[in-house]
């Protein structure tokens, strides 16, 4: 994600936080946190998922909307042209994802940020340099976004078998 700028900073700061509550959880009852089904079930079980506290299937959650976010935008990004404003790519990717869910003042910072990206070919060099390294990437690009989309789908069944894609 530095490689999207210091704006985005915000972006990786906030999924530490998450990963941080979650490895709590694991330390404090691995029997329980050691996998996304065990919490679920867990928490589903004892009643946790709407505590005051973040549960872990919440934090869990907003990691998975977060993933999604960078799928659509690594797809966007796979398949844009050179020229194409990452900026767009990132808006476009994010009023699909995880707009849905924030606020207006969230979305409208994110957009705001947004607007430092540089364009497509640009991006890609900056991530790779050397000679023949755009094909490189979009190919890593495209094999994230479809290794990505399993584990994706894989656990958005979790949450919607067990209804808890609206936990606050």
Same mark, same amino acid.
């Given at each position: 994600?530095?490689?999207?700028?210091? =704006?985005? @900073?915000? %972006?990786?700061?906030?999924?530490?936080?998450?990963?941080?509550?979650?490895?709590a959880? =694991?330390k404090?009852?691995?029997? #329980?946190?050691? *996998?996304v089904?065990?919490?679920? /079930?867990? &928490? %589903?079980?004892?009643n946790? !998922?709407? !505590?005051?506290?973040?549960?872990?299937?919440?934090?869990?959650? /907003?990691? @998975?909307?977060? =993933?999604?976010?960078?799928?659509?935008?690594?797809?966007?990004?796979? *398949?844009? +042209?050179?020229?194409?404003?990452?900026? !767009?790519? $990132?808006?476009?990717?994010? +009023?699909? !994802?995880?707009?849905?869910? #924030?606020?207006?003042?969230?979305?409208?910072?994110? *957009?705001?940020?947004?607007?430092?990206?540089?364009v497509?070919? +640009?991006?890609?060099?900056?991530?790779?340099s050397? &000679?023949?390294?755009? &094909?490189? %990437? %979009?190919?890593?690009?495209?094999?994230? *976004?479809? $290794?990505?989309?399993?584990?994706?789908?894989?656990?958005? $069944?979790?949450?919607?078998?067990?209804?808890? #894609?609206d936990?606050?």
């Amino acid at each position: 994600m530095d490689t999207l700028g210091t =704006l985005f @900073h915000f %972006v990786t700061h906030d999924v530490k936080q998450k990963l941080d509550i979650l490895e709590a959880y =694991l330390k404090s009852d691995p029997q #329980h946190y050691e *996998t996304v089904h065990k919490i679920i /079930r867990y &928490e %589903v079980d004892n009643n946790l !998922t709407k !505590t005051k506290k973040p549960s872990g299937s919440r934090t869990f959650l /907003r990691l @998975h909307r977060a =993933l999604n976010y960078i799928l659509e935008l690594f797809d966007k990004l796979a *398949t844009a +042209s050179n020229d194409a404003k990452c900026s !767009t790519l $990132s808006q476009d990717a994010y +009023s699909y !994802t995880l707009g849905k869910f #924030h606020p207006w003042i969230v979305r409208k910072a994110a *957009t705001l940020a947004m607007y430092s990206l540089p364009v497509r070919g +640009s991006l890609l060099q900056r991530i790779d340099s050397s &000679e023949g390294s755009e &094909e490189r %990437v %979009v190919q890593i690009l495209k094999d994230i *976004t479809k $290794s990505g989309k399993l584990i994706y789908d894989s656990v958005d $069944s979790l949450y919607t078998k067990e209804k808890l #894609h609206d936990l606050p």
